[in-house]
Every structure is written in structure tokens, then in C-alpha cells.
């Protein structure tokens, strides 16, 4: 559950598949403990909580010896989950983020709205290469489980990479990046919904 005042949210997770322990501060500054036993997606989670500034603990047991699909996308699920719980109605806040995020040679766009209609519209071409322990192919699985469960509309389109590495490692920084702009007080807003509807 969110916790009284704060942008907190912590979440135990255990299927036949994986183990997941994970808690999130939105209003952090960006320390990540990250555990999941696959060191590529513990990088990319840490360049997550980092970018966006979230506190984030990740404490990940799965069946490594299938291969990471479940570790990977159940971590999706539940950090889209603590997000979802942690942002409460989403008074107050911007709604909207984005960012054209450059690394080396990738260059990624982000974009997201926290319009509880939660989806992924992904468009970064990777071949199936494994980055250490990682599939690459992964990345789009974490994100549409993370979109899923956090209520996020979320696109992220790769607009120049060659090096897998650096157009993942993009994908995180700016997806991030935007949702960090989006979960950010508007301060002109006061405490109202960024919508006409009533609700997100």
C-alpha cells in the first residue's frame, strides 16, 4: 500500500515462477538497490531509478534456469504496480512527460501520460542478442508489463542505435526521464486532476 503523505509504495510478489520483493519512492533522489540476478537488467534498472530520480529497492529470485522471460517481465508487473499505488488519484501532478534522449550513437524518444489506460507502443527494432545473461529482446516484454499494470500510456521509438547496449540503455534512461516530468507536481495545477473527465 502507499503510505500516509508520501509517493511510496511496496509490493511482495511470489508465483510459482519468480519471487519479487520492490519498493519505490517517487519523490527520491535516484538510489537503486537492485537485485534480480541477471547483471545487464540490474544495470538498466539502476539507470532507471537514477534518471527518474525514484529510490527504488528490487530484490528478484526466479527460475534463471528456464532463462529471464519471467524474471524479467514479473519485475515489469510489479514495479508498474507500485507505481500505480504510490501515485494514489494523481492529483496535482503533470500528467505528461518526454524526452529525446541521445546516447552515443542511439538516440531514443520517450513519451508518456498517466491516463490509467495503461499501454505500450514500442518501436526499437533489437535483434534477439543476449547482453551478459540479458535477452534483449526482454526490454519490450518489461515494458508493456510495467505500462500494464502502472496505468501508463507509454511509447518509446528508437530514432537512430546501432549498439544494442546503448539503444536499451536509452529505452530505460528516457522512458525514466519522461515519467519523472510526468509524476512531477504542477504547481499551477494545485491539487486538481490533469483531466476533464473527473477521474484518471
Same mark, same amino acid.
Given at each position: 500500500m502507499a503510505e500516509q503523505g508520501s509517493?511510496? /509504495?511496496?509490493?511482495?510478489?511470489?508465483?510459482n515462477e519468480t519471487q519479487i520483493?520492490?519498493?519505490?519512492d517517487l519523490d527520491g533522489t535516484g538510489?537503486?538497490?537492485?537485485?534480480? !540476478?541477471?547483471?545487464?537488467?540490474?544495470?538498466?534498472?539502476? /539507470? $532507471?531509478?537514477?534518471?527518474?530520480?525514484f529510490d527504488l529497492e528490487v530484490r528478484v529470485?526466479?527460475?534463471?534456469?528456464?532463462? !529471464?522471460? #519471467?524474471?524479467v517481465e514479473d519485475a515489469g508487473i510489479v514495479l508498474g504496480q507500485a507505481f500505480a499505488r504510490a501515485l494514489?488519484?494523481?492529483?496535482g501532478v503533470r500528467r505528461f512527460g518526454s524526452i529525446m534522449l541521445p546516447m552515443d550513437e542511439a538516440l531514443v524518444l520517450a513519451a508518456c501520460?498517466?491516463? !490509467?489506460r495503461g499501454q505500450l507502443h514500442w518501436d526499437?527494432?533489437?535483434?534477439?542478442?543476449?547482453?551478459?545473461?540479458?535477452?534483449?529482446?526482454?526490454?519490450?516484454?518489461?515494458?508493456?508489463? $510495467?505500462?500494464?499494470?502502472?496505468?501508463?500510456?507509454? #511509447?518509446?521509438?528508437?530514432?537512430?542505435?546501432e549498439n544494442v547496449h546503448h539503444v536499451l540503455e536509452a529505452a530505460f534512461k528516457a522512458a525514466a526521464r519522461a515519467l519523472r516530468e510526468a509524476v512531477e507536481a504542477d504547481e499551477r495545477a494545485a &491539487? &486538481?486532476?490533469?483531466?476533464?473527465?473527473?477521474?484518471?
Open positions: 509517493r511510496v /509504495a511496496r509490493i511482495e510478489r511470489v508465483t520483493r520492490l519498493s519505490v538510489r537503486a538497490d537492485v537485485e534480480t !540476478g541477471i547483471g545487464f537488467f540490474d544495470h538498466m534498472l539502476c /539507470a $532507471f531509478g537514477r534518471h527518474g530520480l529470485k526466479g527460475d534463471l534456469e528456464v532463462d !529471464g522471460h #519471467h524474471s494514489e488519484d494523481k492529483r501520460d498517466l491516463s !490509467g526499437v527494432d533489437v535483434p534477439p542478442v543476449m547482453l551478459g545473461g540479458f535477452d534483449a529482446t526482454l526490454a519490450k516484454e518489461f515494458f508493456i508489463a $510495467f505500462a500494464a499494470n502502472a496505468g501508463v500510456t507509454l #511509447h518509446v521509438r528508437k530514432l537512430a542505435g &491539487d &486538481d486532476l490533469p483531466t476533464t473527465k473527473g477521474a484518471l
